[in-house]
C-alpha cells in the first residue's frame, strides 16, 4: 500500500518567516502535486513535479520533487496571512490509473 | 467557465435516512471523482469514473454507499442508511486526460452531519 505522510501536521508562524513542509513515502511515485486548500472550499493544484530532482517555484513558493521521486517539500519565503491553509500533497503514478494517493496535509496559519 | 457543482452545500440529517449528494463535473472532462474528507483520515477517494463507467471503487466503505453516473454532465453519491459516522465533507473532482498527472478540479463541498 503506497503511503504519504506530510510533516509538520500543524504550523503556526508570524507573518514575513519561512518555512518549510514536507512530503515522504517508502514508494516511488511518477508524479507528485501539491494543492492547497482554504477553509470552505476544495483543495486547488498549485503545482505537479514529475522529474526527480525538479524544483519549480510560484513566486514565493519554491516545490522539490527528490531525486529517487519518493519525497517532496514545499519551501514558503517571507510568508503572508493569504498563505493560511491546508498543504496537501498528491502522488500519481504512471499509466491509465488516474487514482492519486492522499497525505494528511500540513494545516498553515500565518498570523499578522 | 463555471467550475463543479456540488449540492447541496450543507446536509443534516438524523441516523437511518438516505442522503444524496450530486455533482455536476466541468464541461468536457472525462473523469469524475467522490471524496470524503475528516479530520482523523483526511482525504479519501471513495470511487471514480472514465467516461461515466466506474473504474475503482474500493474506497466505498460498504454496501450503503452507491454512486451514480448516467451522463457526463452528472452524478449521484447515495447513502442509505446513514450513520453518524458518515459526517464528513463529500467532494466531488473532476479531470480530463490519461494519467495521475492531471489537475483534479474540485468542488466546493457538502457538509454531512448525521445525527
Known amino acids: 500500500t503506497q503511503l504519504l505522510e506530510q510533516s509538520p501536521q500543524f504550523l503556526s508562524i508570524q507573518e514575513g518567516e519561512n518555512l518549510t513542509v514536507y512530503c515522504n513515502s517508502s514508494?516511488?511515485?511518477?508524479?507528485l502535486q501539491w494543492y492547497r486548500q482554504e477553509p470552505g472550499e476544495g483543495p486547488v493544484l498549485l503545482v505537479t513535479v514529475v522529474t526527480g530532482g525538479e524544483v519549480k517555484k510560484l513566486k514565493r513558493l519554491t516545490f522539490q520533487f527528490g531525486d529517487a521521486r519518493k519525497d517532496s517539500s514545499l519551501h514558503i519565503t517571507a510568508a503572508q496571512p493569504g498563505d493560511t491553509g491546508l498543504y496537501l500533497c498528491a502522488g500519481g503514478n504512471a499509466g491509465n490509473n488516474r487514482k492519486l494517493i492522499w497525505g494528511l496535509g500540513t494545516s498553515l496559519a500565518v498570523n499578522p | 467557465d463555471a467550475g463543479v457543482i456540488q449540492s447541496p452545500r450543507h446536509e443534516v440529517t438524523e441516523m437511518g435516512q438516505e442522503v444524496t449528494l450530486r455533482c455536476k463535473p466541468i464541461?468536457?472532462?472525462?473523469?469524475l471523482f467522490w471524496y470524503r474528507q475528516t479530520m482523523m483520515r483526511g482525504l479519501e477517494l471513495l470511487i471514480y469514473f472514465n467516461n461515466n463507467v466506474p473504474i475503482d471503487d474500493s474506497g466505498m466503505p460498504e454496501d450503503r454507499f452507491s454512486a451514480k453516473m448516467p451522463n457526463a454532465s452528472f452524478s449521484t453519491l447515495k447513502i442509505q442508511p446513514s450513520e453518524p459516522r458518515d459526517s464528513a465533507v463529500y467532494f466531488c473532482?473532476?479531470?480530463?486526460?490519461?494519467?495521475?498527472?492531471?489537475?483534479?478540479?474540485f468542488g466546493p463541498g457538502t457538509r454531512l452531519t448525521v445525527l
Open positions: 473532482a473532476s479531470t480530463t486526460g490519461t494519467s495521475g498527472t492531471d489537475t483534479q478540479y
Open positions: 464541461s468536457g472532462h472525462n473523469s
Open positions: 514508494s516511488v511515485f511518477s508524479s
